[in-house]
């Protein structure tokens, strides 16, 4: 099956081009598990973990959509595709609209930005004539679909579901049906009814759906079925004790529960498909005796009827690859691959399903297996926070959760499970000796495993390669609610922040390789740091730690980053806000920083809290660059995390409930000589977007590249082992098509020679 990211393609039939596009950028969204589905012209669309996706009737090609591709927002609530218009309207959770034609993707964002709107939730859609009517918190929304407006807002209160009917909009709210003649206006809420129902089969809070199909008015009744309403008589249509939701479509009623669907022409009766699992949304427009469902985890499946009542399936477990769930708390890039651990914690678990995936640079995600610890161990562990893994085996790591101890893999097998009956390890609830909360674990350059124990009385612990067990103890550290990962430095001290309120600041101990003597060892607390000039800083939270390529710590606090040029010196450490160059102010002045990220020429990725993400110079002096929601695809400016691929530069950013997106920098390892210089992709064809990546380099190498006859075309500086250049000369035109020629040195005058064929 091709899988297609960006794509400018033809959409309902017709061309469609108005795409925004971040050429940087990538994105990794969930599509494990289908919700919603709806049939177009040649094109079948799905929601899964709130993420739209297409799959293409006449190819089968499937293109996964955000914001990187064109669409206004993250996390889809509603969708419903209006076949006369073509116009496929998309609802996000934030109340965001998004009109999907052959002429683009048109945004109202109308009840997004209502500042008077709390709960902007848009439950349902509904089409009447050349107008989509959408069932919202704060009643009804009218758009105009050709005008691409909205029409109307009827403020009735809390709206479910709603239709139309014999000149009566029908709404269905929390306190029962609520009915308005068109022809009045119903922006007065005087001029609303309700509509009594006489029944003691059910409460109205049972009701989910409306509908108006054969000229009546139609109730799905969770756990009941189907009622039709004619003459103020309730009539039950179809009985199902599971009944989950209903809608109209292509003149069917089609009612559904999660292993049923039930399709009508009229209220004399209904056909049905059982034998299903997990059905979601179904969806009928297109092609006669076709139907797409949403199957959940099971994926999308498209099914035909056949002569009879029988059905034969069409398409199967549509599924793409891609993490298990946009859950991302901390990244890791180890053994070439990027590692995502989806947990998360307060001063309490949040309870996540046990989840850990990665991704490699063949864009592809493989999610681990989380029944197969339960199998092995008799536990639901939840919560992975953070993990390490082998150097010397990509398929060893250890995981550290929240709440479950720590879990030794190998790939999907469990070696061990560590906890407080068979470790040191000890449980931060009495009465419940398993009950371990990890903070960090990271592996030494000789295999030793440095645990931070929450709730401990010894809260810093080691597992020896050799299998040992050791403990650390002082007592302003000791039975930390918070204790976060652990730093080890290139000379092997470590340093810990800690989180919550009472303990908040960071300790360094080094222990000066002797783990089995802990006499030796050198350790500080610190609850507040000082400048180089003795004053004391206000920074009263440390959110990270992180080591700079030249043996500096760089601090992310709730004042901004700080940096320590002393850390060897563990019990004087001494803290500088950075200046910026044209001393305007301090770097991120007042900014929380959640995490930084030092690249392969020692520039610093600052992950922040509310502000985005800001690449600075190696010092911290300039900014050189402040991705936010308004010039990348970030979903949100709360960035957790940050990991980069030292091979390639590209940048990862944990955005958590949103996944994970990458960046492409420019900045990759330098290398000790040229002797693994080369560029791709190479020839450079136009499909290629004239960009191509010149890797191996030495750190701070002059790159000059010239035509055959030896004039320079472009030159640059290296930043780390890389630079990218575009194909085009000094004035910015095109190069012609032939033979290029690369030289790079350093100060020291090493020079090298790779060729680059270009096509036009």
């Known amino acids: 099956m091709k899988i297609v990211h960006i794509i400018l393609f033809v959409l309902f039939g017709c061309s469609s081009s108005v795409f925004a596009q971040f050429d940087k950028w990538e994105i990794y969204q969930a599509y494990q598990n289908t919700e919603l589905v709806e049939e177009t012209n040649n094109h079948v669309f799905a929601v899964a973990d709130s993420s739209l996706y297409a799959y293409s009737k006449e190819d089968n090609s499937v293109t996964a959509y955000s914001r990187k591709n064109g669409l206004s927002d993250n996390k889809i609530k509603a969708l419903r595709y209006h076949a006369s218009s073509h ?76 239709c139309i009917l014999n000149g009566h909009l029908y709404a269905l709210t929390s306190e029962g049906i609520r009915q308005g003649n068109l022809t009045d206006n119903l922006l007065d809420q005087s001029n609303w009814s309700n509509l009594f129902l006489q029944t003691t089969d059910f409460e109205i809070s049972q009701i989910c759906r409306i509908a108006d199909f054969n000229n009546r008015l139609c109730l799905a009744v969770s756990n009941l079925g189907v009622y039709y309403l004619a003459d103020n008589t ?79 399936i069409i398409t199967d477990q549509l599924t793409i690859n891609s993490p298990k769930n946009n859950y991302a708390w901390d990244l890791q890039f180890k053994g070439g691959k990027l590692w995502v ?29 989380y029944r197969i610890a339960e199998t092995q161990t008799g536990r639901y562990f939840q919560d992975a926070m953070t993990l390490d893994v082998d150097p010397d085996d990509p398929a060893h790591s250890f995981v550290g959760y929240y709440g479950d101890g720590i879990l030794e893999l190998h790939n999907d097998t469990v070696l061990n499970w560590y906890h407080s009956t068979n470790s040191p390890l000890e449980a931060a609830l009495s009465g419940n000796d398993r009950y371990v909360r990890i903070g960090g674990v990271t592996l030494d350059k000789d295999k030793n495993l ?96 992180t080591e700079d390529k030249d043996g500096n710590i760089w601090a992310g606090t709730n004042i901004g980053p700080l940096v320590c040029y002393n850390p060897d010196n563990i019990e004087s450490l001494r803290f500088n806000r950075i200046v910026l160059a044209d001393e305007s102010d301090y770097l991120l002045n007042g900014v929380r920083v959640n995490a930084i990220a030092v690249d392969g020429s020692n520039q610093k990725w600052i992950a922040t809290e509310g502000s985005g993400v800001f690449l600075v110079n190696a010092e911290g002096t300039e900014v050189l660059e402040n991705f936010t929601t308004d010039n990348s695809p970030l979903p949100t400016n709360t960035v957790n995390s940050i990991a980069i691929n030292p091979e390639n530069g590209k940048v990862f950013f944990a955005v958590d409930g949103y996944g994970t997106l990458s960046y492409q920098g420019d900045a990759t390892e330098g290398k000790a000589d040229y002797s693994d210089i080369h560029a791709y ?77 270009v096509i036009k």
């Open 87 to 162: 116009t496929l309207v998309i609802a996000y959770r934030n109340g965001n609209i998004d009109l999907f034609s052959n002429e683009g993707i048109y945004n109202l964002p109308y009840l997004k930005n209502n500042s008077s709107v709390q709960n902007k939730t848009i439950n349902d859609i509904y089409f009447y004539q050349d107008y989509a009517y959408l069932s919202a918190e704060v009643g009804i929304l009218v758009v105009n679909l050709n005008k691409k407006e909205i029409a109307d807002t009827y403020r009735i209160g809390s709206v479910r579901s709603a």
């Open 341 to 369: 651990t989806g947990g998360g914690r307060n001063t309490d678990r949040y309870w996540r399903q046990n989840t850990i995936m990665t991704y490699n640079e063949s864009d592809l995600w493989t999610n681990y297996n």
């Open 450 to 545: 440095w645990i931070t124990n929450c709730v401990s009385s010894a809260p810093i612990k080691v597992l020896t390669a050799e299998g040992e067990w050791y403990s650390y103890t002082n007592t302003a550290i000791d039975n930390a609610e918070i204790i976060d990962k652990i730093l080890i430095t290139q000379n092997g001290s470590k340093f810990i922040n800690l989180l919550h309120s009472s303990q908040a600041g960071f300790y360094a101990f080094d222990d000066n390789g002797t783990i089995t003597d802990q006499s030796d060892d050198v350790s500080a607390y610190y609850a507040s740091v000082m400048d180089s000039q003795g004053n004391t800083l206000n920074a009263s939270m440390f959110y990270s730690i």
């Open 234 to 312: 309730l009539t039950r249509f179809l009985h199902n004790t599971s009944l989950s939701n209903m809608k109209v479509e292509n003149s069917k009623l089609l009612s559904f529960s999660a292993s049923t669907l039930y399709v009508a022409d009229n209220l004399n009766g209904f056909q049905t498909i059982a034998g299903l699992s997990n059905l979601r949304d179904a969806s009928y427009l297109q092609t006669a005796d076709n139907y797409w469902l949403a199957c959940g985890e099971d994926g999308l499946k498209g099914i035909k009827k056949n002569t009879g009542s029988s059905y034969e």
């Open 681 to 757: 992709p190479n020839p450079v064809r136009p499909e290629h977007d004239d960009k191509v990546i010149i890797t191996g380099l030495m750190s701070n190498s002059n790159v000059k590249i010239t035509d055959i006859a030896g004039n320079i075309v472009y030159q640059t500086k290296s930043i780390g082992g890389q630079v990218t250049w575009n194909c085009r000369n000094a004035k910015g035109s095109r190069v012609a098509t032939g033979i290029y020629l690369v030289l790079a040195a350093t100060q020291e005058g090493e020079s090298v020679v790779t060729k680059i064929m």
